[in-house]
């Protein structure tokens, strides 16, 4: 079989672009709320959690706005629920790699599952919803996220340099400026977050980097590894 035909074969390199062709329908979408809510309501009155629900009140649509709230609660539900499970199969990854202790790596006998892992995870969940203000959290997650993008866009151009003939199924385009444009974007919407949250996520750093250089560096067998699984960049 040639190689064009392998290439055509390989699901690999359809995930990039389906991950990019959503993404582009989420946008349009997003910008199309915006400008029907926008039309709706002034402006000034979205800055709430439940800017949808608002706007229908303010035109007296109360029935839809309970509806629309009632699905809202039950997407953001399976959503975080799914979030909250994936967190702990990470835990069991890097117990695996040596970045955790072993004890986080225990997969439950009957239901082979990381039984410790999904247990810590929700209590901690649970004890943050029940205490912590939903502005901060938001915010906190906010420049987390943002800034998990900024260290992916680095890792690209750095890989680029340091293993240009990795084997890569998919390969970004316009290497090192979208990285950097991306980079860009990210650092400028994080300095428009507040004060108080650079110092949580400082905090939130510490501790990591703590737990890290403590035990992680000492511990890590993915160091050792020689290869590795393929990466894209």
């Known amino acids: 079989m040639s190689t064009a035909a392998e290439e055509a074969k390989n699901p690999q390199r359809d995930i990039p672009t389906g991950i990019i062709a959503s993404l582009?329908?989420?946008t349009i979408l997003y910008i199309a709320i915006a400008l029907v809510l926008t039309g709706i309501i002034p402006w000034d009155q979205l800055n709430v959690p439940d800017p949808l629900a608002v706007a229908l009140?303010?035109?007296h649509a109360d029935s839809a706005a309970g509806i629309l709230a009632l699905g809202a609660v039950a997407a953001m539900t399976s959503v975080l629920l799914v979030f909250q499970l994936g967190q702990a199969r990470i835990f069991m990854s890097m117990a695996r790699d040596g970045?955790?202790?072993?004890?986080a790596a225990r997969v439950h006998p009957r239901f082979k599952t990381p039984h410790i892992t999904t247990i810590l995870t929700?209590?901690?969940v649970a004890?943050?919803?029940a205490f912590a203000p939903i502005g901060w959290v938001l915010e906190l997650t906010n420049i987390?996220?943002?800034f998990a993008f900024v260290l992916v866009a680095l890792g690209i151009i750095v890989l680029r340099r340091a293993e240009p003939d990795r084997p890569r199924p998919f390969r970004t385009p316009l290497v090192p400026w979208l990285p950097l444009v991306s980079i860009a974007f990210c650092?400028?919407?994080m300095l428009?977050?507040?004060p108080l949250t650079w110092l949580r996520f400082g905090l939130w750093m510490a501790i990591g980097g703590t737990i890290y250089f403590l035990y992680s560096l000492r511990h890590s067998r993915v160091r050792g590894r020689a290869g590795g699984t393929e990466l894209g960049a």
């Open 24 to 26: 582009i329908v989420c």
């Open 57 to 59: 009140q303010y035109i």
């Open 99 to 103: 970045l955790l202790p072993p004890w």
């Open 122 to 124: 929700g209590i901690f």
């Open 127 to 129: 004890v943050s919803a």
């Open 144 to 146: 987390g996220t943002l």
């Open 187 to 189: 650092l400028y919407l």
């Open 192 to 194: 428009n977050l507040p």
